[in-house]
């Protein structure tokens, strides 16, 4: 079975994070990383408490704190078996470390031997608007072979509620990776 990771940092938009780790877990094993802003960013914004999150992990999901800097998800030779890791949503505090080879936390870490070992790494970049910082952070990841994703929803697919937006989003980062999904509706030239 094919595997990915997905880490949720502290930014706003914790949802996002949630439904791929859902999505993925349909069809592939997921390593959660989930930092402890994050938990405090779930709970305000979306009223899910630590221990339902946890509670109502897929069955083919393992969970790791940021700070389990031994989990096996730390080490390159791990990876073999990885096919990308998704940072959702991706802090500009997470942003600026990972862009510039800090690793405080397994989040970084995981980010960082990803990057090491030539494997797919997507950051969900959550803010607005951005800075030159945020910009050059960006830029330096993005060379490094890294691919930022800011959470911009279209509306070629006409959503009609917020749960339309997300998986828009949502959908648009599977389509990275190359997982095929019915999100949302693609654009169609032909349609009037």
Partial sequence: MKKFIVCITGASGSIYGIRLINE???????????????????EKEEGI?????????????ELFSENAIDAPIASGSRFSSIEGVIVAPCSMGTLGAVANGISNNLIHR????????????????????????????MKKFTLAGGIIAPASPAFYHKPETVEDIINFVVGKVLDIFGIEHSLYRRWKKDED
């Fill in 24 to 42: 993925l877990s349909k069809k592939y094993f997921v390593y959660a990383v989930v930092s402890k802003n994050a938990y405090l960013v779930m």
């Fill in 49 to 61: 408490s630590r221990e339902n999150f946890i509670k109502n992990l897929p069955e083919n999901v």
């Fill in 110 to 137: 995981t980010v960082d031997v990803a990057m090491k070992e030539r494997k797919k790494v997507c950051l969900l970049v959550r803010e607005m608007p951005f800075s030159l910082i945020h910009i050059e952070n």
